[in-house]
């Protein structure tokens, strides 16, 4: 037993002497003693030998083997030696050991505590018990809540957006470190006020990236009236697409026939005579299949919308009279005829290669291997796999003509924010037919060919950070439909031009907010603001 007892005085805190080790099936307890003689006051500081009495303090220790593990600490009382000190006996005071007033040890309590900030509560206490750390779930949050956050010296660039509590209803604030990739503090709502106040109490910001959100453009310069502001790249494309969208909706009728012209120059192509050899097309998608009766009931109520709006109904009374929703009035009056709905299919990064695919395909090359490492070099950026099942869809369908190789069903008019990303997208990008619908869009509206030329010289600008293109782009487009998004561009026109010069960006912040989004579904949203803070920071 002695020789057990010290060769385990390097597996105890510091400062204690085994006494015996007690085994059992599941646990390990060691009785144990301070090994210092003498014990300071609390109050006086002035140090004692005079024992008076000892107490056994049970604390939960780190496991043993897998087994639990448990201290049986002899604490000595003390009589204090100081004449004039109020405090006549004193307990010795291990804070290298145990806190007072607490039935685990030092190390154990933060050994639970990580488990906490990574697991949670109720899973972590079952993860706890698994590792022979029996804790409540309840306990491990007080661990967590009990802890100070750690000191974080003031970042000279920070980037700050905001986060959803409840989406479309409360919002709080991330603050994260730019130059070290790191969260140093939440905020709890997204007020201008608040994020002055915090920059007034952390002092020595430099650079502030943010999105376009006004409040936090205000907050900033309250509290770091001398900082610089970095509007977000992504964001200020992001109201590009935005803008264009809305100019787009103004032209339904020019996307719609822009969209006719596509289709019927890929239906042209799709009859074409087939080479040899000739590869097998994809299954028939759902949009090909019978129509069901819903379709005849919402044919009968579009008749019936289009004959009241031919006798001069407004669409409000219209919407009221056949309980239709007046948005989806406006929309039938607007196309002139009942769309077509079917299930909408995403297609795969392949598709944008599907043309170059289908010329390989045709030229005998049916090896996924080599088809993956061609397209790669066209700056294709997705796995082995997804060329894969592309080419086993060809294998698996029955041979017809190469024409419908790769058609996933009749080409359909894009959504408002699919044709403003094509229109400025790289050529390199889009499909063939992708293509022949921008071409016939620009034929089609004079009007549009001056605002798509704008923005696409706008997303060139922003991509390659051509500050000084800004000025003529700005006098360009308030000549045009974008001069409502000129305008927004000349009220935060500073921020803009550091953002064409300088390499800061929202980016760093996104992803921390995706990460702060996953500890808080852990939570089941049942965590209050402080314990996600602590998480969130803490476990960075």
């Keep these: 037993m002695i020789s057990l007892s010290k060769s385990l005085l390097s597996l105890l805190p510091p400062g204690l002497a085994v006494d015996h080790v007690t085994v059992a099936h599941d646990r390990v307890v060691v009785a144990v003693r301070a090994r210092a003689t003498t014990a300071a006051c609390p109050v006086c500081r002035h140090p004692s030998r005079r ?45 290298a050991v145990a806190l007072p007033k607490v039935r685990r040890t030092v190390r154990l309590s933060e050994a639970q505590r990580r488990i906490a900030l990574s697991a949670g509560g109720e899973a972590g206490a079952r993860l706890a018990a698994c590792l022979a750390m029996p804790v409540s779930g309840d306990t491990l949050l007080r661990l967590i809540r009990a802890a100070p956050l750690p000191a974080v010296p003031t970042p000279r660039v920070i980037g700050i957006d905001d986060w959803s509590w409840r989406r479309g209803q409360r919002y709080g604030t991330i603050v994260v470190d730019l130059e070290r990739n790191r969260p140093i503090d939440l905020l709890p709502d997204r007020h201008a006020e608040t994020v002055a106040a915090w920059l007034k109490a952390h002092p020595g910001v430099e650079v502030v990236a943010r999105d376009r959100a006004g409040a936090y453009a205000d907050g900033i310069r309250a509290g770091a009236p001398n900082a610089v502001q970095v509007s977000d790249r992504w964001h200020l494309l992001r109201n590009l697409g935005d803008a264009l969208a809305g100019v787009l909706d103004r032209h339904h009728h020019d996307l719609r026939m822009a969209s006719k012209a596509a289709a019927g120059a890929t239906m042209e192509i799709s009859t074409a005579p087939a080479p040899s050899p000739t590869p097998p097309p994809l299954p028939a998608p759902a949009a090909e299949l019978p129509m069901t009766d819903r379709h005849g009931v919402r044919k009968a109520r579009f008749d019936e919308v289009m004959a009241l709006h031919g006798q001069g109904w407004p669409m409000k009374r219209i919407a009221r009279t056949l309980g239709v929703n007046r948005k989806t009035v406006r929309a039938w009056v607007r196309a002139g005829e009942l769309p077509v709905w079917s299930q909408r299919d995403r297609g795969s990064a392949v598709d944008r290669h599907a043309v170059y695919l289908r010329q390989r395909w045709g030229e005998g090359c049916h090896n996924a291997v080599r088809l993956w490492q061609e397209i790669q070099e066209r700056g294709f950026r997705g796995q082995l796999r997804t060329v894969q099942r592309w080419v086993r869809r060809l294998r698996d369908a029955s041979p017809t003509s190469v024409g419908a190789v790769g058609l996933m069903g009749p080409w359909k008019m894009p959504s408002k924010r699919r044709a403003a990303w094509l229109v400025v997208a790289d050529s390199e990008t889009i499909d063939a037919t992708e293509q022949r619908f921008v071409d016939a869009l620009l034929v089609r509206s004079e009007g549009l060919t001056t605002v798509i030329e704008l923005a696409r010289a706008f997303s060139i600008m922003v991509r390659r950070q051509q500050a000084d293109r800004l000025d003529g782009w700005l006098a360009a487009a308030r000549e045009t439909a974008l001069a409502r998004f000129a305008d927004g561009l000349v009220r935060d026109l500073a921020a803009i031009r550091t953002a064409l010069s300088l390499p800061w960006s929202t980016g760093p912040v996104e992803g921390q907010i995706s990460r702060l989004k996953t500890i808080k579904r852990t939570m089941c949203g049942r965590a209050k603001f402080d314990l996600l803070r602590h998480r969130v920071l803490e476990a960075a």
């Design 51 to 95: 024992v008076h009495s000892r107490y056994s303090r049970r604390l939960g220790d780190l496991p043993w083997q897998g087994r639990v593990g448990q201290l049986d600490l002899q604490v000595r009382r003390f009589r204090c030696a100081a004449v004039e000190c109020p405090r006549r006996i004193f307990a010795e005071r291990l804070p």
